[in-house]
């Protein structure tokens, strides 16, 4: 199933031939299906089954990111290298894929829904569309077989229960100036300069940010400066983009208010001034989806407790990790039905070479067997 999987080019936004596989696979395990459409020829696939209890809900998603760097072999085909499986996609996120279809062959008459969604690597449109469509009402539990990125972990194999990961969200900064001659320096006051100033104290801000008590701390960095100098002029606009991890309890909204806390108190200090009446103006980054919230499960839930002791039971004592960056988890926290993440081992993710521990996907799969035997 896994080779298939890498076998087909699903690189966002080309997902129409891996859902099709999807979709059949699913028919073929006694699912009914349906697709939700984000556009021409792109669509989340989900599917039901059973009709006993609350719905265990399975969910991966389809898209891949691009070929980056230099493959060794051809990165759309499975390449076995002792434990390791080579693959466009064989960790991010097939295999979690793979394991579903094989756990959802086991024979029930629990309800079980399973999502495979689109454009998870992009802005997640795949995964809200998914909520919005109210296709997780009523369920006990989301599992998710992504890619643990924590790296305070360090497995040998997979007994890692991922409860939580950060949130992101970008914030959009507007730096005035003051435009003058470029041969009457005196004159003006380069928005290129002031920003420079800027991206040193944000930077700064890393070293005081405050741990939190499960996922990793905050973190911010500037991911874009632009500005320019128009005719022979002082550049009198520039505008930063900061990129920020959030913890809870934090929100966009929160973020962005410190954000404008900080900035007032470095005009207080002197460090910037008023500009001809203008001063630093900073607003979160309008795109298509929501910014992703950061979540935590409660490792006291007990879908949690069951998945842990199966885990316990087939592979070895499991922990818990916390995702340093953001999923469609994320978007699936906001429905209030708990998430969580159980995963192969692999790396080299998003990038050339990308592999999954061919022993730890199937001690993934006996797990998640196993949790639908039982549920």
Same mark, same amino acid.
């Given at each position: 199933?896994?080779?298939?999987?890498?076998?087909?080019?699903?690189?966002?936004?080309?997902?129409?031939? %891996? $859902? &099709?596989?999807?979709?059949?696979?699913?028919? +073929? *395990? !006694?699912?009914?299906?349906?697709? /939700?459409? %984000? $556009? &021409?020829?792109?669509?989340?696939?989900?599917? +039901? *089954? !059973?009709?006993?209890?609350?719905? /265990?809900?399975?969910?991966?998603?389809?898209?891949?990111?691009?070929?980056?760097?230099?493959?060794?072999?051809?990165?759309?085909?499975?390449?076995?290298?002792?434990?390791?499986?080579?693959?466009?996609?064989?960790?991010?996120?097939?295999?979690?894929?793979?394991?579903?279809?094989?756990?959802?062959?086991?024979?029930?008459?629990?309800?079980?829904?399973?999502?495979?969604?689109?454009?998870?690597?992009?802005?997640?449109?795949?995964?809200?569309?998914?909520?919005?469509?109210?296709?997780?009402?009523?369920?006990?539990?989301?599992?998710?077989?992504?890619?643990?990125?924590?790296?305070?972990?360090?497995?040998?194999?997979?007994?890692?229960?991922?409860?939580?990961?950060?949130?992101?969200?970008?914030?959009?900064?507007?730096?005035?100036?003051?435009?003058?001659?470029?041969?009457?320096?005196?004159?003006?006051?380069?928005?290129?300069?002031?920003?420079?100033?800027?991206?040193?104290?944000?930077?700064?801000?890393?070293?005081?940010?405050?741990?939190?008590?499960?996922?990793?701390?905050?973190?911010?960095?500037?991911?874009?400066?632009?500005?320019?100098?128009?005719?022979?002029?002082?550049?009198?606009?520039?505008?930063?983009?900061?990129?920020?991890?959030?913890?809870?309890?934090?929100?966009?909204?929160?973020?962005?208010?410190?954000?404008?806390?900080?900035?007032?108190?470095?005009?207080?200090?002197?460090?910037?001034?008023?500009?001809?009446?203008?001063?630093?103006?900073?607003?979160?980054?309008?795109?298509?989806?929501?910014?992703?919230?950061?979540?935590?499960?409660?490792?006291?839930?007990?879908?949690?407790?069951?998945?842990?002791?199966?885990?316990?039971?087939?592979?070895?004592?499991?922990?818990?990790?916390?995702?340093?960056?953001?999923?469609?988890?994320?978007?699936?926290?906001?429905?209030?039905?708990?998430?969580?993440?159980?995963?192969?081992?692999?790396?080299?993710?998003?990038?050339?070479?990308?592999?999954?521990?061919?022993?730890?996907?199937?001690?993934?799969?006996?797990?998640?067997?196993?949790?639908?035997?039982?549920?």
């Amino acid at each position: 199933i896994l080779s298939d999987l890498v076998s087909i080019n699903s690189i966002f936004p080309n997902e129409a031939k %891996l $859902g &099709e596989y999807l979709e059949k696979a699913l028919i +073929e *395990r !006694g699912f009914t299906t349906r697709r /939700i459409y %984000l $556009g &021409e020829n792109r669509f989340n696939v989900v599917a +039901e *089954r !059973g009709s006993k209890g609350s719905p /265990i809900v399975f969910y991966g998603h389809m898209d891949t990111v691009p070929v980056y760097g230099n493959w060794s072999n051809s990165p759309f085909k499975l390449i076995e290298k002792g434990d390791k499986l080579h693959g466009l996609g064989s960790v991010d996120m097939k295999a979690g894929i793979a394991a579903i279809l094989c756990a959802v062959e086991t024979k029930t008459d629990q309800k079980i829904k399973v999502a495979f969604g689109a454009d998870e690597e992009n802005i997640s449109e795949g995964g809200w569309a998914i909520l919005n469509d109210g296709f997780l009402k009523g369920a006990s539990v989301v599992i998710v077989p992504e890619i643990n990125d924590d790296p305070r972990s360090k497995p040998n194999r997979s007994t890692t229960i991922m409860l939580g990961r950060r949130g992101r969200c970008v914030y959009e900064i507007h730096v005035p100036g003051r435009s003058s001659h470029g041969a009457q320096v005196d004159l003006g006051i380069s928005a290129i300069a002031e920003a420079s100033k800027l991206v040193l104290e944000i930077e700064a801000l890393n070293k005081s940010m405050q741990p939190h008590s499960h996922l990793l701390k905050p973190t911010q960095f500037i991911r874009k400066i632009s500005a320019e100098s128009t005719s022979l002029s002082i550049p009198e606009s520039a505008v930063l983009e900061i990129d920020r991890h959030l913890v809870t309890p934090e929100t966009p909204e929160s973020v962005l208010a410190s954000i404008k806390s900080f900035i007032d108190s470095l005009y207080s200090k002197g460090v910037f001034k008023e500009i001809d009446g203008k001063k630093i103006i900073v607003k979160i980054k309008e795109r298509k989806t929501p910014y992703l919230p950061p979540y935590v499960t409660s490792q006291s839930d007990p879908v949690v407790k069951k998945l842990a002791s199966l885990v316990e039971l087939k592979v070895g004592t499991p922990s818990y990790v916390y995702g340093a960056s953001v999923a469609d988890e994320n978007v699936f926290s906001t429905s209030g039905v708990p998430i969580i993440g159980y995963c192969p081992i692999g790396h080299q993710y998003h990038s050339a070479d990308e592999w999954v521990s061919k022993s730890s996907y199937l001690e993934v799969v006996d797990v998640l067997r196993g949790f639908v035997k039982s549920h």
